[in-house]
């Protein structure tokens, strides 16, 4: 009678034969950059040839929607044993950011993977081609073990546009309801808390980006000629700032902080250390709100950053007052906070503190969400993962990017646990994105154990 080990065993041996790698970097070759334009044919062949397929193999039907607003197309794939078993759904994307070839290191080609030591180079290996790659390895291994069977319906949603900001995801979802309706999702992207320790989070934060806008006038002028009798918009947007943030990246206004942490959520958080590599940036010591751990600050906390800012040329920087500035902010905000009243909010506090002249629009604006922290998910899915690894996961109340997770939590109303693989230098968004080769092992083994074990919960009476 084939066991729990048996499937874990099934997807060790595939990884170590180089299979697993083989895969990926058929999959890593398709050039799926939904940012530029001209990528729609290789979004829909990454789905059709090679996505679409490898699900057939595993026995589910798949078909393609169209995008309602002509972007990229998304893939449906149901897999269906019995009526009374869980029904879990899953998701990844297909798409990826720039390339940026000529920009990696000793010359790496993007579009292929490369494994030097523990790393294994490509873009999509992390985000999110790697991470999908692994739960459908992970699906086919307990499939084999159970000699055909899974013990759980199963429902994938791939989309070609998180890159993007999922901008029809959620108008996708909610037409196809039905289709995907399911007990639980479970799904993979973002970092794990470390390389060393399996991960759970429930959600994400939310982003809203924020354009400062400073336009006094046509041209620069001469600052010997104008110094004190010109007002200077690059001074004025750099005070504008400094009122909604201080040197310490505290946040001024109490509109752009979520309500208290909660003591569920600090409990959650409680052992968990934001340790960063010795390839990874150092924590900037008495930065952030004060009175809160790290983990707090990055998982159960707002901030506010500075994107970008211009004035003049930054290159040849001319004896001239600049006639504009610009600067571009981001509030990464946890669930409760009032995101949608945030730019009004911004812009009249600018107004009353003498700064009429800045002008505040909003743009790309994602939303926060999270599984509650006492679903028996958490409980079942933290077990699974101790029995594989022998290591505590660390539960995150949600982690510290953005996700389209609201689109499942809420617009399809289902409990949400990501377990993901990839850790945080890995690059993602960069040159040199990578994953590493023991981290890719250890998750195959989780999300195994963890197909397993929904497998080999009780049938319900209720469908």
Same mark, same amino acid.
């Given at each position: 009678?084939?066991?729990?080990?048996?499937?874990?065993?099934?997807?060790?041996?595939?990884?170590?034969?180089?299979?697993?790698?083989?895969?990926?970097?058929?999959?890593?070759?398709?050039?799926?950059?939904?940012?530029?334009?001209?990528?729609?044919?290789?979004?829909?062949?990454?789905?059709?040839?090679?996505?679409?397929?490898?699900?057939?193999?595993?026995?589910?039907?798949?078909?393609?929607?169209?995008?309602?607003?002509?972007?990229?197309?998304?893939?449906?794939?149901?897999?269906?044993?019995?009526?009374?078993?869980?029904?879990?759904?899953?998701?990844?994307?297909?798409?990826?950011?720039?390339?940026?070839?000529?920009?990696?290191?000793?010359?790496?080609?993007?579009?292929?993977?490369?494994?030097?030591?523990?790393?294994?180079?490509?873009?999509?290996?992390?985000?999110?081609?790697?991470?999908?790659?692994?739960?459908?390895?992970?699906?086919?291994?307990?499939?084999?073990?159970?000699?055909?069977?899974?013990?759980?319906?199963?429902?994938?949603?791939?989309?070609?546009?998180?890159?993007?900001?999922?901008?029809?995801?959620?108008?996708?979802?909610?037409?196809?309801?039905?289709?995907?309706?399911?007990?639980?999702?479970?799904?993979?992207?973002?970092?794990?808390?470390?390389?060393?320790?399996?991960?759970?989070?429930?959600?994400?934060?939310?982003?809203?980006?924020?354009?400062?806008?400073?336009?006094?006038?046509?041209?620069?002028?001469?600052?010997?000629?104008?110094?004190?009798?010109?007002?200077?918009?690059?001074?004025?947007?750099?005070?504008?700032?400094?009122?909604?943030?201080?040197?310490?990246?505290?946040?001024?206004?109490?509109?752009?902080?979520?309500?208290?942490?909660?003591?569920?959520?600090?409990?959650?958080?409680?052992?968990?250390?934001?340790?960063?590599?010795?390839?990874?940036?150092?924590?900037?010591?008495?930065?952030?709100?004060?009175?809160?751990?790290?983990?707090?600050?990055?998982?159960?906390?707002?901030?506010?950053?500075?994107?970008?800012?211009?004035?003049?040329?930054?290159?040849?920087?001319?004896?001239?007052?600049?006639?504009?500035?610009?600067?571009?902010?981001?509030?990464?905000?946890?669930?409760?906070?009032?995101?949608? =009243?945030?730019?009004? &909010? /911004?812009? $009249?506090? @600018?107004?009353? *503190?003498?700064?009429? #002249?800045?002008?505040? !629009?909003?743009?790309?604006?994602?939303?926060?969400?999270?599984?509650?922290?006492?679903?028996?998910?958490?409980?079942?899915?933290?077990?699974?993962?101790?029995?594989?690894?022998?290591?505590?996961?660390?539960?995150?109340?949600?982690?510290?990017?953005?996700?389209?997770?609201?689109?499942?939590?809420?617009?399809?109303?289902?409990?949400?646990?990501?377990?993901?693989?990839?850790?945080?230098?890995?690059?993602?968004?960069?040159?040199?994105?990578?994953?590493?080769?023991?981290?890719? =092992?250890?998750?195959? &083994? /989780?999300? $195994?154990? @963890?197909?397993? *074990?929904?497998?080999? #919960?009780?049938?319900? !009476?209720?469908?």
């Amino acid at each position: 009678m084939a066991t729990r080990a048996d499937a874990i065993a099934v997807v060790q041996e595939h990884f170590q034969s180089g299979q697993f790698l083989k895969e990926l970097n058929a999959r890593v070759a398709y050039r799926t950059e939904s940012q530029n334009a001209d990528k729609g044919d290789a979004l829909r062949a990454y789905l059709v040839e090679n996505l679409q397929p490898a699900l057939a193999e595993l026995d589910f039907t798949t078909r393609l929607v169209e995008s309602p607003t002509g972007r990229g197309p998304y893939l449906l794939a149901a897999y269906h044993e019995d009526a009374a078993l869980p029904t879990v759904l899953t998701y990844g994307h297909g798409d990826v950011v720039d390339g940026m070839a000529g920009e990696w290191r000793d010359g790496l080609d993007p579009w292929r993977i490369t494994v030097k030591g523990d790393r294994v180079y490509g873009r999509g290996t992390a985000d999110n081609k790697g991470q999908h790659s692994i739960n459908m390895a992970a699906l086919r291994a307990v499939r084999q073990a159970r000699g055909g069977r899974l013990g759980f319906n199963a429902k994938f949603v791939v989309e070609t546009g998180e890159e993007i900001g999922s901008p029809d995801l959620r108008q996708v979802c909610e037409a196809h309801r039905d289709e995907l309706k399911a007990d639980l999702f479970l799904a993979s992207d973002g970092p794990r808390l470390s390389a060393e320790r399996p991960t759970i989070f429930l959600g994400c934060r939310g982003g809203n980006r924020i354009h400062l806008d400073v336009d006094l006038r046509e041209g620069g002028h001469h600052s010997g000629n104008w110094g004190g009798v010109l007002a200077n918009p690059a001074t004025i947007l750099a005070n504008a700032i400094a009122s909604l943030v201080d040197g310490k990246g505290r946040m001024k206004l109490e509109i752009l902080k979520p309500p208290p942490i909660s003591p569920e959520v600090r409990a959650a958080l409680a052992d968990v250390k934001v340790e960063p590599a010795a390839d990874e940036p150092a924590l900037s010591p008495n930065w952030g709100e004060e009175g809160l751990s790290a983990a707090e600050r990055l998982y159960a906390w707002n901030t506010l950053e500075v994107l970008a800012m211009s004035a003049g040329n930054i290159e040849r920087p001319a004896n001239a007052i600049p006639g504009k500035a610009s600067a571009v902010l981001q509030l990464r905000f946890v669930v409760g906070t009032k995101y949608l =009243e945030m730019v009004d &909010a /911004i812009r $009249a506090h @600018l107004h009353a *503190d003498g700064f009429p #002249m800045v002008k505040v !629009s909003g743009a790309q604006r994602f939303a926060a969400s999270r599984a509650d922290m006492d679903s028996p998910w958490i409980d079942r899915a933290a077990k699974s993962i101790r029995q594989t690894t022998g290591k505590p996961p660390a539960i995150l109340p949600n982690f510290g990017g953005s996700l389209p997770n609201d689109v499942f939590a809420e617009g399809l109303g289902l409990p949400t646990i990501w377990v993901p693989h990839s850790y945080p230098g890995c690059s993602q968004h960069a040159p040199d994105e990578h994953i590493l080769l023991p981290v890719t =092992e250890e998750a195959l &083994a /989780i999300m $195994a154990g @963890l197909f397993w *074990d929904l497998g080999e #919960m009780p049938r319900t !009476s209720h469908k």
